[in-house]
């Protein structure tokens, strides 16, 4: 059984106009989408600006979303790292604060990453993921080593539409994208899903798209284009417009 199928959300972290964490706040935004549809909440990611967070913070923002999630939709926490020992630290301390699971980026700069998701899977109590992620984590994950790590999925944040095909021949664990342009695709080609920051704003368009909807995923590219501009702030001021939450972000401050 997959962890999840259908759409996820890359979960912002709120913060004060000080910058102080507003981990209630954040949870209390997860229980929204979860009412909204969204099948699982990723804390603690690229989008939830996990470099600005304290060992701490992270704990509690885990710890907090749990609380207030429904028991159904699984917390996945982010925990990457760029070393094998620091991602296994970052992956003990999550599910120690009641993640259901992690997500692990692979790290910079390494173009073989088993051994770094072997020594992950040591201090996994949980499924553990990886995350392809180029763009913030260069070189990312070969689709010729997917099937020797010790994974139960793979988040592909690419974008790169035969690449992610090609997953699909090859992996036969559980696959979702972090592009919100794809979602269609991904549920064309029987994939479990997406974990998107665009469910921050429009968890409904996002879940029809997966479906798909043709109208819904011209929605939801042309929303998370205009919102990728500035990142991660365009998506904190678009999910602050729709549910009034805080748009300060850490990143750049």
Known sequence: MALFTGVGVALVT???EDGDLQAKATADLAAQLADLGVRALLVNGTTGEAATLTPEERDEV???VRAAAPASVPVIAGT????GRRA??????????GADA??????????DPRRYYDRVATRATGPLLAYHFPGASAPGIPVDVLPDLPVAGLKDSSG??????????????DLWTGAASLLSLCGAVGAAGGLVAAANIAPEDCAA????????QVRVAALDRAASVDFPAGYKRATAERFGTS???RVGG
């Open 14 to 16: 709120l913060f004060t």
């Open 209 to 216: 798209a997966f479906a798909g909807d043709g109208a819904a």
């Open 160 to 173: 790169d539409a035969a690449r992610l095909l090609h997953e699909r021949e090859v992996f036969t664990g």
């Open 80 to 83: 990457g790292a760029a070393t």
């Open 88 to 97: 296994a630290e970052l992956t003990e301390r999550a599910f120690g604060s």
């Open 247 to 249: 748009a300060v972000t």
């Open 62 to 64: 885990v710890g907090a």
């Open 102 to 111: 992690v997500l692990v980026l692979s790290p910079p700069g390494v173009a």
